[in-house]
């Protein structure tokens, strides 16, 4: 058990290295001077450009670049500076925090209105309630992130406090604390809630028809144990696995959410960071986020053994 | 239930982690709102993220100059007839244009109690004009006499600390010696780039510290309540500093600078009242406003240009100006100003801005929609059948440049198209590389209020290697006018000049005039008489809560 965890987190190292080393050699391919776009649209003074260049070491050879770079975060454990001076450190630590918040708010929504809708669906199979429930899935669906966003901001947001006078949801920024994220948490796990009602739905319909149901009614269980102890374990499976891999596509994903609502987070510093060619925040966010893939992933394998004992990792 | 109790622990450890993680940045995030508010909620204004640190010789753009200019109070501001006026100097004066006394009002203090020197000025400016520290603003020096010392070029080591033609006389007197005769330099002093620093902002090695980056000390209306730090903290909070001997505020004290990423956000919160004041409203956003805010919607011209470029050194073919001539009268420029931007434009009929002194409403004629005429012109000078128009995709240009091609096409009868390049820079690197030799998109926005800021950096021959005019225009009797209108003695006389050298221009389109951007402004009820000045910063001494 602990060896396969020790395992399964060496084995992230060359990821990692992969990773980086991909993501600077793309940054490093993008056109453009960094440092003369630093200017907008007037002629950037050339002595300050060439300081400039000589100081970030954009000069030198890709692989050189890199060494700079890779040597700093391994042996001083120093992320770099951005363009602006600023550490990156220091830029992607509150900014990380913000998706994060984000992104469990979404998930612990998800997971909760997802499964539950499911659930309700798979147990009305065929009847009205679950008809209703898929085809407001497929809104869900088929409604991008960008139109939901405005629309809910407008309503909860403007609207609401227009007639109530009360600031519910609060329409931008993080200074309602935890209140801050309900919104745009809802608006990030749209399409993901949608997703996992489906999957519920046809996960546990599935289970309902297998054999050891049968068996379990039989017994004379009751049904909400029938459904709870025996079905829905069996059928949490393809969810877990959804929702570990929905946690990264959470945080990586976010850049529309987190601009509509002006959350400061790592989707949007990503955005800014790949235009602007800032190679050391890029590749920080990017290693962040595949980090967050793998731990992410590594929870899931282990959940299989909390949720069938069959399961087992030597 | 049998299951792995070791799998048990770490998954359930994994999830701990992760919610704790979450639920620390709740916590904090908690401080933004206490911190700003007490007792009195202050006016909110709309801001979009500084680009470097807050210091004034390193920010050039919009945002970090709007924070900056409520902390510091700039030598001159401008008055209603546009106009440069003494603020925290008391008076600016030169009997040749080129030497400078600028003698400062007493009673300035930096927002830690010391006395603002003259020395201050000078050590400012002498660390931005230093090639070594590498100032985004370093450039605004390069007139003063001793900035070719301390730039001299890449690679070279900087041999001396101070330029030579500035020197601070006593305590309140500053004197600034220019390489050669410029009436406008006092029209200049009122920009973020000139504001003076304290002693405290050096560290011990002589660089502007990031810490007072992040909570810079100024002499200015506001102080600032806590450091910012870029890229976390959402809020610039600042209070109205006692010792100011200006005016203040009549009845508040606090101010809070919201930092938004998307102005149609704002907007939002300025809809429901989570925010007092938003000058950057889009055009998506107008019609709404105008019906919604009503009186409390402003519309008022801003001091940016936008042009068609020509790239005369690079493509022969457009050298007559009879096919410029076309070309502009085939613009339809109403319907692109109304259409195109809801009418955050306005269609431009001159090389000067309507906002700065020296504007002539309609004084270029070939400005005007004409396209039976510029059809005839165009047909008659043999222009090109082809045209490209090149746009840097990334700045929302795509719409009006199609529309101009769309102009084209169908008053001139010939094949323009609109192309995309990934940023302005690509544009003139295909230029320089000859793999471009069309017309291109460029705008313009003043770094000082003064007519003679849209005719030098834009035109002029020496431009052509060190300022922006990458048309590559020449023409001497423009700048000889431009230097007899550096050399007059008064304001008048200069702006004299200056048109003569604009008419050279109208008469000669080397670039094309398309629009002048308006500003447009909407603030809450919470507020009332609020003014933006000539640098689009809003008069804060005369804002009152309503």
């Not at chain 1, 407001?136 to 609401?160: A, D, N």
């Not at chain 1, 793998?294 to 899931?300: E, S």
Request: with cysteine.
């Amino acid at each position: 058990m602990g060896r396969y965890i020790i395992r399964r987190l060496l084995q992230s190292i060359p990821v990692l290295l992969g990773a980086t080393l991909l993501i600077f050699t793309i940054v490093f391919a993008l056109p453009g001077d960094p440092i003369a776009a630093l200017a907008g649209e007037k002629q950037s003074n050339p002595n300050l450009v060439a300081i400039l260049r000589e100081r970030y070491h954009l000069n030198d050879p890709l692989l050189l670049q890199y060494w700079h770079y890779i040597s700093g975060v391994l042996f001083r454990g120093d992320l770099g500076i951005n363009f602006s001076e600023v550490p990156v450190s220091q830029l992607l630590a509150g900014k990380f925090q913000v998706t994060l918040n984000l992104a469990l708010t979404a998930l612990i929504i998800e997971a909760l209105v997802g499964v539950g809708l499911g659930l309700w669906a798979a147990l009305r199979r065929g009847k009205a309630t679950d008809t209703m429930i898929l085809a407001s899935t497929l809104l869900l669906i088929s409604v991008p992130t960008l139109v939901s966003g405005f629309i809910l901001q407008y309503i909860l947001g403007v609207k609401l406090k227009q007639w109530t006078g009360a600031d519910i949801f609060p329409i931008a920024g993080i200074a309602n604390g935890l209140r801050s994220y309900l919104l745009p948490g809802f608006v990030l796990a749209g399409v993901s809630i949608a997703y996992l009602t489906r999957l519920t739905r046809t996960s546990l319909a599935e289970t309902l028809r297998a054999d050891f149901i049968r068996t379990a009614t039989a017994k004379g269980l009751s049904r909400r144990r029938v459904v709870g102890r025996h079905a829905l374990r069996n059928a949490l499976i393809p969810l877990i696995t959804f929702l570990g891999a929905d946690l990264g596509n959470l945080m990586g994903g976010a850049v529309i959410t987190e601009r509509i609502f002006n959350l400061p987070g790592i989707g949007l510093q990503l955005f800014d960071s790949v235009y602007l060619r800032e190679q050391p925040v890029v590749v920080g966010i990017v290693t962040i986020l595949v980090l967050i893939y793998i731990v992410a992933n590594l929870a899931v394998d282990l959940m299989y053994a909390v949720l069938d004992p069959r399961i087992r990792y030597e | 239930m049998r299951v792995t109790k070791g799998a048990q622990i770490v998954a359930g450890t994994a999830l701990l982690a992760l919610a704790v993680a979450a639920c620390g940045g709740g916590a904090s995030d908690n401080g933004g709102t206490a911190a700003g508010g007490g007792a009195e909620t202050p006016v909110r204004m709309e801001l979009g993220e500084p680009q470097a640190l807050l210091v004034p010789s390193n920010t050039t753009e919009t945002e970090g100059s709007e924070a900056l200019g409520a902390v510091f109070e700039p030598l001159v501001t401008y008055d209603e007839n546009k106009n440069a006026v003494e603020a925290a100097a008391e008076s600016i004066t030169s009997d040749d244009q080129k030497t400078w006394t600028i003698k400062l009002k007493s009673g300035y203090t930096w927002h830690n109690g010391e006395p603002v020197v003259a020395q201050n000025y000078v050590d400012a400016w002498n660390y931005a004009a230093n090639q070594e520290n590498a100032q985004s603003a370093g450039y605004f020096f390069g007139r003063i006499d001793g900035y070719a010392d301390l730039n001299p070029g890449e690679g070279k080591p900087v041999t001396t600390k101070t330029m030579k033609g500035l020197k601070a006389v006593d305590d309140s007197t500053l004197e600034v010696t220019l390489t050669a005769p410029f009436s406008q330099f006092k029209t200049m002093l009122g920009y973020t780039a000139f504001y003076p620093l304290p002693k405290a902002a050096f560290g011990p090695d002589g660089k502007v510290t990031q810490q007072y980056g992040e909570q810079p000390i100024g002499q200015g209306l506001f102080k600032m309540d806590k450091p910012y730090r870029k890229g976390t903290d959402q809020t610039i909070d600042l209070t109205v500093y006692d010792k100011f001997p200006g005016t203040k505020p009549k009845n508040w004290t606090k101010l809070q600078f919201k930092i938004y990423t998307d102005t149609d956000v704002a907007f939002n919160d300025l809809l429901a009242n989570n925010l007092d004041i938003h000058d950057s409203l889009s055009p998506s956003a107008i019609s709404q406003a105008k019906s919604t805010l009503a009186e409390r919607y402003q519309d008022q011209p801003d001091a940016g240009i936008g042009y068609i470029g020509v790239p005369l050194k690079y493509n022969p073919e457009l050298n007559n100006v009879d096919i410029r001539k076309a070309i502009s009268m085939a613009i339809d420029r109403k319907t692109i100003a109304e259409t195109v931007f809801s009418g955050t434009r306005a269609p431009a009929d001159d090389f000067i801005n309507p906002a700065i002194a020296g504007y002539r409403q309609g004084a270029c004629k070939a400005c005007t929609y004409n396209p039976a005429e510029a059809k005839k012109l165009y047909d008659a000078a043999g222009g090109p059948k082809t045209l490209e128009l090149g746009y840097n995709a990334d700045g929302g240009h795509k719409e009006w440049i199609e529309a101009v091609a769309n102009n084209l096409r169908q008053n001139l009868g010939i094949e323009a198209t609109a192309k995309p390049f990934e940023k302005f820079a690509s544009i003139l690197d295909d230029l320089k590389a000859k793999k471009y030799k069309g017309l291109f998109r460029m705008g313009w926005a003043i770094d000082y209020p003064s007519a003679e800021n849209y005719l030098t950096p834009i035109f002029s021959t020496g431009a052509i290697a060190t300022g922006s005019n990458y048309g590559g225009y020449s023409n001497k009797k423009f700048d000889e006018l431009l230097a007899k209108g550096d050399q007059a003695a008064t304001t008048e006389e200069s702006l004299k000049f200056y048109q003569q050298a604009d008419d050279i221009l109208i008469e000669e389109l080397p670039y094309i005039p398309v629009y002048f951007y308006r500003n447009n402004s909407g603030y809450s009820t919470n507020v009332k008489n609020v003014k933006v000045n000539l640098l689009n910063q809003i008069e804060w001494a005369d804002v009152e809560k309503a």
